[in-house]
């Protein structure tokens, strides 16, 4: 089977599987990076840039499996 990413985001891939073509080997993989940046994009212009509330670069409320140390949400100001 051939499998075709045809769109994704920082954390998954939408895939299309489809039958074998002539002249494909196994493990063959067709990744359309054109689209793929171009839904990256989209999802980009739907983001808002650090930093956020309160100095955040990710929010605290925001459900984790593991959720580390708070300092570690705030952005350090270097200047």
Aim: charged share 30%; with cysteine; hydrophobic share 35%.
């Amino acid at each position: 089977m051939k499998y075709i990413a045809d769109k994704n985001n920082c954390w998954h891939q939408k895939v299309r599987i489809e039958k074998t073509h002539a002249g494909d080997s196994y493990g063959d993989i067709f990744v359309d990076t054109n689209k793929s940046f171009e839904v990256y994009k989209e999802w980009l212009n739907m983001t808002r840039p650090a930093p956020g509330p309160d100095n955040l670069r990710r929010p605290l409320w925001f459900a984790r499996a593991l959720k580390p140390a708070a300092e570690t949400f705030y952005l350090k100001n270097e200047k």
